[in-house]
């Protein structure tokens, strides 16, 4: 048992004794009460799953005997943590009991077989940490983990009672890991990989804990809050240089109210306004204001309300400025003018692909959920006037696309043998010669539907139950050389993360980082030559944060929260620098510079919410990005307290799904602050 020097402090707890038996940790129940006294100040950190929501708490208090220990009760991975990335020398312990000795594979260990249940010391995120356990029923031992790199620090293999509980405890000085079990010393370990980070017990397979403890002696938890207050005085010398954030405007739209609201061009005015889509009964209906809040358009478009709200896309397609509606009515593929409104153009759906569906079928109930629609530039035309329809919903046997032109003539079919599509499509010009070429998953096809590359390897990417495709994909010039030709920044799922060579397919760099499924191309480090990479994890390692570079090298690594898979850049002080923009949670909303720091909050007086989804847009005309919020019938444009130079150099990305292309202009954006609501 262990004994605490006088000195020392209690960080960190879980008491169960006030615990009746049940289940507990179970997100849906809405009386938390227990929860948020038991377990304050731990995070749940693996309770996300898949179909985006909270799983099955998996943890229930039972009696042990006299003792209420928290049981794990199935092989599904679970952890709790707890703590500050700057906590440094500390003990912690348990009484660990592991039931079984196996557990199963899941998305964050493939290949799982082995239970553990322990102790985690100096987390860095859900895949970087130590950790001392019981593993099946072998032995005791202390990991350093890193990914899908678990090295053996030290073991003690002394059989392990399944029926027992022993008292795991590690002693954190420095380099220094000595860990003990019951009360024994059974090894000390050094390693310099870890030296600070947070807490927390780990399982994946049926176990019982009690008695989690954490705690440091006087001096080292001195020198931990010495360390944070160093930190939180250089995040605020770093934010010093950015604009603060002020409300420029608030539109009210609750005439409109509920409705879906955006920026664009419908109308073909020649420049951005709020434009509102609204079902009403006699039809869809799009208004658009200008940021005044004033209506410039006012419409009901009774035959695309009929358009299958799933399978709609609005886009200027017949190419006479105006937005028109593209989509599915029964087995048809129908466009409506956005000009006249009146259907201009049907064509019968294609039967399906050879892969997915029954044959000679309609391809209607077999299109993919996420995106069927893309209107692109595949032709030589001076606007974007081509449609891809695809199948698929990423796992399957294989896909097809099918290209459209303006007036939905059906140019040609083309279907994946070899590698399982995305969950979306990407489009970039590759060889310049003014026609996008097609990226909808491990492979690249011209505009005429030919086959240009299969990528290095995809023949060997692993369904994991359908996470084996690309999530999303950074598609352009990646690392500012244009002599080797554009690259792709794959978010490739379970198998992490892959640079590859736009004009081959070669595979130029492979990591492994977990589930990586969001990536955002931006200019993050502006010292460095081409873009960088934010990505971000899902599926049992939600919120891992990598930024690589355009050369595909890693740069930094940070956990904002446990939910993030990313967020977009945002061009906030126009000076070349982006920043990445998370709003996942509370903890998490902010933006963030290159070494993961958050450097400012975009609310400000005048918001009745302390975070939110925005979506960033240049709206007030200088090239600098607005966050543009929507909330219970107002629309709320956030802007910058300083206004930019005029004549001056300004950064102008153009935003292209997952890439910010760069570009400059000259500023000539009037002072706006006179203009403040
Ligand atoms: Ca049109
Ligand atoms: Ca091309
Ligand atoms: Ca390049
Ligand atoms: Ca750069």
Known sequence: MAQDSKSSVVLAEIDLSECSAGKILDYHEPDKRVEEKVFKGWNNALEWGPKQGKRPSSYRVVRDGEVPVLEHHNKTGRCLTTGEPLWGDYTVEAFVRQLNAFTQPNNDDPHAIVGLSGLMVRYQDLRRYYIFGIEGYERFVLYRREDEAWTVLADYRNGVDRSRYYHLRAV???????????????????DEKFQMGKVGIRTNTRSRMYGVRVTASEPARAAYVSRQSAYDREVAEASEKYPKPVLWKRIDISEYWPCEVRLGDFRGAG????????????????????????????????????????????????????????????????????????VTAETELPKTGPYLGFRGESVRPYLHKLGALWPCRIR?????????????????????????????????????????????????????????????????YDGDGNLL??????????????????????????????????????????????????????????????????????????????????MGNRWENYGIMNLVSGQGDPLTRFEP?????????????????????????????????????????????????????????????????????????????????????????????????????????????????????
């Not at 050389?481 to 397919?505: H, M, Y």
């Open 271 to 342: 420049k951005k306004e709020i434009v509102l889509q609204q079902e009403m009964e006699s039809g869809l209906r799009v208004v658009c204001l200008d940021v005044e809040g004033e209506k410039q358009w006012d419409k009901v478009y009774a035959a695309a309300s009929r358009l299958h709200k799933k399978h709609r896309v609005v886009h200027d397609l017949d190419g006479d400025g105006v937005e028109d509606f593209i989509g599915i009515e029964g087995d048809l593929l129908r466009m409506v003018s956005g000009r006249t409104g009146e």
């Open 453 to 534: 590359w299969l990528m290095e390897g995809a023949e060997y990417i692993e369904d994991s139950g359908g996470a084996g495709h690309v999530d999303h994909a950074a598609f352009g010039e990646l690392d500012g050389d244009e002599g080797n030709g554009p690259e792709i920044g794959i978010a490739g799922s379970d198998p992490g993360f892959f640079l590859v060579d736009a004009r081959t397919g070669a595979l130029l760099r492979h990591h492994r980082f977990g589930h990586v499924q969001g990536i955002y191309a931006g200019n993050f480090r502006p010292d460095l030559p081409g873009l960088e990479m934010w």
């Open 172 to 190: 954190c000085e420095g380099q220094r890991l000595a860990c003990y079990v019951d009360g024994k010393q059974v090894f000390v370990a050094y």
């Open 561 to 677: 929260d446990t939910i993030s898979q990313g967020g977009p850049p945002v061009n906030w002080a126009g000076d070349g620098e982006e920043l990445l923009f998370l709003y996942s949670s509370r903890d998490a909303f902010g933006f963030y510079d290159a070494k993961g720091r958050k450097v400012l909050r975009p609310a400000c007086e005048g918001l009745p919410f302390e975070w939110a989804y925005g979506f960033v847009e240049d709206v007030v005309g200088d090239a600098r990005d607005e966050i543009v919020y929507v909330h219970e019938g107002a629309v709320y444009i956030v802007t910058q307290d300083r206004s930019y130079p005029p004549g001056e150099r300004i950064y102008a990305p153009v935003r292209k799904f997952d890439i910010s292309l760069p570009g400059w202009k000259l500023n000539e954006g009037e002072d706006h602050l006179d203009d403040f609501c």
């Open 380 to 444: 030589k035309t001076e606007k974007a006037q081509d449609l891809i329809l695809r199948d698929g919903d990423a796992a399957g046997t294989g896909f097809s696309i099918w290209a459209y032109d303006e007036e939905l003539n059906l140019r040609w079919r083309q279907d994946a043998h070899e590698s399982w599509y995305g969950m979306y499509i990407w489009f970039y010009d590759v060889d310049g010669d003014g026609r996008d070429e097609i990226l909808p998953g491990y492979q690249l």
